[in-house]
């Protein structure tokens, strides 16, 4: 099993080949193609290599499948015997990123 940890997004996720993950909205098209380079940990079936903060010989490429947004997150605030009350809503900006292949060199 071959993966790494990476840095994208401003959080760390365990990625690996062919499969889909969420980032926050990436200002992009659909279809364009993205490299992660910020790699701080590599794992192949025998090997494991730790960046000293990042590994500069492994490159993640991935595609852009859709931008969408999450389900509404609701925000409510009340103070007791005030008779104040807020009511919101919030829906986050992601974006479905398929990896592609890990690619060392």
Do not use: C
């Not at 200002?27 to 494991?48: C, H, M, S, W």
């Not at 015997?81 to 060199?105: C, L, P, Y």
């Amino acid at each position: 099993m071959q993966y790494v940890i990476a840095e994208a997004s401003g959080g760390q996720f365990w990625l690996e080949e062919s499969y889909r993950y969420k980032f926050d909205q990436i200002p992009a098209t659909v279809g364009n193609q993205l490299v992660f380079k910020k790699i701080l940990l590599y794992k192949d079936n025998e090997d494991i290599f730790f960046g000293q903060p990042l590994l500069s010989n492994i490159n993640v490429y991935g595609t852009i499948v859709s931008h969408f947004k999450q389900r509404k997150v609701i925000v409510y605030k009340m103070r007791s015997k005030k008779k104040t009350r807020k009511k919101q809503g919030f829906r986050a900006s992601k974006t479905m990123v398929q990896i592609n292949r890990i690619e060392r060199f």
